[in-house]
């Protein structure tokens, strides 16, 4: 009987960049059935999520252990909004909005 690290490597499936540079890419909100072509690059609207975990904030997605990422894809541009505006204002959004009570 294989061992754990041989199961999880059978589950691994290696792609060359053509193939990859193929594939559609989904959104990653559960139930959303929206995609993209990777060749034609991302369009307007569209953002890239990844989350990670690390003892200090990084610029350099390079440094940061690939084991420690627990979320890598895209969000079509209803998620994104909607993902924002759960989330608490950055200083920028604020700075750069009208008014309360103006438009």
């Known amino acids: 009987m294989p061992n754990r690290h041989e199961r999880r490597r059978a589950d691994v499936v290696m792609l060359t960049k053509a193939e990859f540079e193929g594939l559609d890419h989904i ?52 998620h994104v909004e909607h993902i924002q505006s759960l989330l608490i204002p950055l200083a920028l959004e604020v700075a750069t909005r009208p008014s309360e009570g103006q438009a």
């Not at 559960?30 to 690390?54: E, R, S, V």
Request: hydrophobic share 30%.
């Open 27 to 78: 959104c990653c909100w559960d139930g959303c059935d929206k995609t993209y072509n990777h060749k034609d690059g991302m369009p307007k609207g569209w953002q890239n999520i990844l989350m990670f975990w690390a003892r200090k904030p990084s610029l350099d997605l390079g440094t940061i252990n690939p084991g420690d990422w627990s979320r890598d894809g895209v969000l079509c541009p209803e």
